[in-house]
């Protein structure tokens, strides 16, 4: 049974929610602000983090920030803002996916199983079962043990960016544009997501490139969509 913490400033939201996940299958944790969510990671395993981010003593975004030095959990964020600069703020700090208030909670609901099967899929604990390894040039995935390597240096990723990089080097010289990106990795339709796609390939990239600004493997194709250079 996966954990679910749910953090969130507005008790009858959690509430509501906790009822939802609960009906699914899932044990609930609750916290009401940033330093309660930060507390509670330290003595119990949660599985995904649900995270509003307007809230008193510990925000959400600085929230994230914190959780993200620690912890490699999925973590969608809440939000009563819809504008696009507050979405990207949110996936800039760290988070993986973002629902914007008023929401239906059966989205939520899709979007937290979304998010599991996910980190489930990324293995963070499997057992090595075999050498599946893509590799391009000195970028290397070996996808049974889960883990990035560039030039033999370990690189650490988030369940999104490990997919998306997947999905690239996997493909080799193939581009792909936004919305073939989204669509394979997020499994829905691709409405206005730009922004989102974009900013987990600059994470990618900072992540992977010794010049981010001059990328060696993951490439864009202007007004045509992203590569990883075949070697």
């Avoid at 981010?53 to 999925?74: C, F, Y």
């Avoid at 293995?123 to 049974?144: F, K, P, R």
Wanted: charged share 30%; net charge negative; glycine share 6%.
């Amino acid at each position: 049974m996966a954990k679910i913490l749910v953090c969130d400033d507005d008790r009858e939201i959690v509430e509501a929610i906790d009822i939802y996940l609960t009906q699914e299958g899932y044990e609930v944790l609750k916290a009401y602000d940033g330093e309660e969510a930060l507390r509670a990671l330290k003595t119990q395993k949660a599985d995904l983090l649900v995270l509003d981010v307007m809230m008193p003593k510990l925000d959400g975004i600085r929230a994230t920030l914190k959780i993200r030095e620690q912890n490699n959990m999925p973590i969608i964020i809440l939000s009563a803002k819809s504008e696009d600069a507050d979405k990207i703020l949110g996936l800039n700090v760290g988070a993986d996916d973002y629902v914007t208030k008023p929401f239906n909670p059966l989205e939520l609901v899709a979007r937290v199983k979304s998010q599991l099967r996910r980190y489930t899929q990324l293995g963070s604990t499997a057992e090595h079962t075999g050498q599946e390894v893509y590799e391009a040039g000195g970028l290397s995935i070996n996808d049974d043990l889960k883990e990035v390597t560039v030039d033999g240096e370990p690189v650490k990723l988030t369940p999104i960016e490990y997919n998306i990089l997947l999905l690239l080097v996997k493909n080799q010289g193939k581009v792909f544009s936004i919305d073939q990106i989204y669509e394979s990795i997020w499994n829905e339709d691709a409405i206005g997501v730009d922004n989102t796609v974009a900013v987990h390939i600059r994470h990618i990239r900072e992540k992977i490139e010794i010049n981010p600004k001059e990328p060696r493997y993951l490439k864009v194709v202007w007004g045509v969509g992203y590569k990883v250079e075949k070697f």
